[in-house]
Structures are given as C-alpha cells and as structure tokens.
C-alpha cells in the first residue's frame, strides 16, 4: 500500500490500482493529504469500500447509500436527507467502523439527540418528536442497507428501539374566520391572494401548487389537475412527479376559487400554456405567509399548516376519511386516519342512541303484529 511525496507541494498522495465491480482494472489517484499515514488511511477505506465488507467506517458505507439511492429516489428526497446526515449522525458515526457500531452506542447517540436543542426566533428548543423519528428512520434504513448488501450481521438502531413519533400530536389548523382574517391584508388581484386561497379551499401541498400551468386549470369542469410538483434544487427550477401516485389527481373547485382563478390567468395574457402560474419559489410562499400573520394578528401557522386547515374544514362539513384522502393525495387512508381522527368528533352517544332507537322500533312492529 505505498504513498508518495510530492516535492513540489510538500504534500502527500495516494497511486494504486484496483478492479471494480465489473472486472476492469483502474487507476485510482487522491493528492493533497498533509500525512504519509493519511494517504494511507485513503487507500485502505477506498478499497475496504470497493469491496463492501463491514468494516468499513459508517461514512463510507453512508456514500455508498447515497449512491445507490440516486437512482431509485427523486433528487428532491435524496437531497433533503444530506443535511441530516451532516448534522446529526456523521458526526457521531462517521469515523466508526460499522460493524464496531453497537446498539448502546446508538442509545447513547439517540439521548444526545433527545436533549440537543436549536434556536427557534431566539429562542432555544428542543427538536420535535416527528423530527427525531425522521433521524433515527435515515440511521437505520443506512444500518438495513449495509445488512442486506454488505454482510453487516444485524441492525444496531434497530436493536437499540426506536424514538420520537410518526406524527405530531397537535395540528395545527385555521378555520375559517381565521383565514378570512389572514387573508384581508392581501390585495384582491394580487398572486398572493389567489395562492392563499387556492391552498386553504384544496388542501394541495405547497409544491404541486408552484407547479400549476395554465393547462392544468379547466374553468368548464370547475377543477385543477395535480400532475406534478415543483421545487428549487441547485439554484435551478425542477419539476417532477407528485410525492406519491395517489398524489395524481382532479380536484373540483368552488365557483368563487374557479372566477378567481380565471380572473389571475385572464391577466396574464402572455403566458404559455405550460408556463407557471405562480412564478415564484417556496421562500416567497414563507415570507408572505409571515407577513400576513404579522399584519392581520392571526396565529402564525406553516404554509403546509392550509392543507391540515383544509383537512380539518372538510371534517367539520362532516366529509368522510376516503373522501378527504382522494382530496388531498394521500396514498394510504392510515395516513389520513393517523393525522386527523382526533378531529373526528365522537358518534358513540350518537351510536347508542341509534341502536335504542332500532331496538325500540323493532319491538313497537312485533307488538303490532
């Protein structure tokens, strides 16, 4: 496993071959480490790498994970997951070899990760139950990863048990009188107006609406078509599909959202059909929302807050479950049931009082007969 010197930079590098997972032989070259042993630290773990065996340090097998996930997540996901990684577990991970890794060692990460705070407006918090959960779901699925392609015998952060919780406890939700008063500090033919509105009357995620066109909107049949979605990535604009395929979907508008919308598109007399209606990103969807909350004095709520209001409307109206899970896209009617059942009132008064009544009734027809 040599290193060399190289004079003119006082530094050292790494020149060695290796064969790759096809059977080619390769040249692989690193320059710029400061020590001898760096260099040769590089060497091992890139070949321990190449080979995939369980000794390799979690950071390693973390590129590996990630390499892999390129091709089987959308980029939108694959990137969102990085900053939690270098945040919260490469840090304590990193440098570890993974099968050295125990399930006290992820107990002893999961307490550091229960007590750490962050600063919310200037004040210090500590991180949400759902963001923790998020955390320790991203360690294991890296841990399973390395068990069913890389010989690691068992799961550490599966072993160690899970923390946090799937779904908040609270949400957080306006209603209607709410909203009207949020939405009175924005100017009736402005974007910002219609976007409210159309988030708080559809209950579509933020980024399906940032990637409505002209074409999706169908005045005659009063609806919109969610066919994609939209986000910023790398400073460039990406449109991809929506987030599950039940997030593909036709939803009907009231007649004042349908005049609305077509009243704003009317204005816009040079837009292509495929061209964006809302033309801007996600941290304008923020700052617009902060500013209205601040000017009009309603409780500040997220932007993703007007799909649970809109969820939560839809309950009150006495919609059912199936209902609102076609509405709003969900794949999976769990996904509707665990976020808002607790806003379903009770029916069991209402259900024994239907049975008495059946009961009742069916003794009055015997009697009769």
Request: aromatic content about 12%; charged content about 25%; hydrophobic content about 35%.
């Amino acid at each position: 496993m040599p290193a060399y010197k190289d004079k003119n930079s006082n530094t050292w590098y790494a020149s060695f071959y290796y064969t790759d997972w096809t059977g080619a032989r390769k040249r692989h070259l690193k320059r710029g480490f400061k020590r001898q042993k760096d260099a040769l630290e590089h060497e091992r773990e890139f070949l321990v790498k190449q080979q995939g065996t369980p000794d390799m340090l979690f950071s390693s097998l973390y590129e590996l994970y990630k390499k892999d996930g390129t091709a089987r997540v959308r980029p939108t996901t694959s990137i969102s997951r990085e900053p939690l990684f270098k945040k919260h577990i490469l840090p304590y991970f990193g440098n570890k070899p993974i099968n050295k890794i125990t399930p006290v060692d992820v107990r002893a990460w999961q307490n550091q990760i229960l007590q750490a705070t962050h600063t919310v407006r200037g004040t210090p918090k500590k991180y949400s139950p759902t963001y923790i959960k998020v955390l320790h779901t991203q360690l294991s699925a890296v841990f399973n990863y390395a068990v069913n392609y890389y010989g690691l015998p068992s799961n550490p952060a599966k072993l160690a048990g899970s923390i946090g919780k799937k779904n908040a406890n609270i949400v957080r939700f306006w209603t209607v009188p709410q909203f009207n008063q949020f939405i009175s500090v924005f100017p009736a033919d402005s974007m910002g107006y219609v976007i409210f509105n159309l988030l708080f009357y559809t209950g579509m995620r933020s980024g399906e609406l940032l990637a409505l066109t002209p074409a999706d909107f169908d005045a005659e049949s009063q609806s919109i078509k969610i066919s994609k979605t939209y986000t910023r990535l790398y400073k460039e604009d990406v449109i991809t599909p929506p987030k599950t395929e039940k997030g593909n979907r036709v939803i009907l508008l009231p007649q004042f959202i349908v005049d609305m919308v077509s009243d704003y598109i009317n204005r816009l007399p040079y837009i292509k059909p495929d061209e964006r209606l809302f033309p801007c990103m996600k941290s304008w969807l923020f700052r617009n929302m902060k500013l209205g909350c601040d000017k009009s004095g309603v409780e500040r709520i997220r932007v993703h807050d007007l799909r649970h209001s809109h969820a939560s409307l839809l309950i009150e109206l006495g919609f059912s479950p199936l209902l609102i899970r076609e509405r709003l896209g969900h794949e999976d009617i769990k996904t509707t049931l665990q976020t808002y059942s607790h806003l379903y009132p009770s029916k069991q008064e209402e259900l024994t009082a239907k049975l008495n009544e059946l009961r009742d009734n069916s003794i009055k027809t015997v009697s009769i007969a």
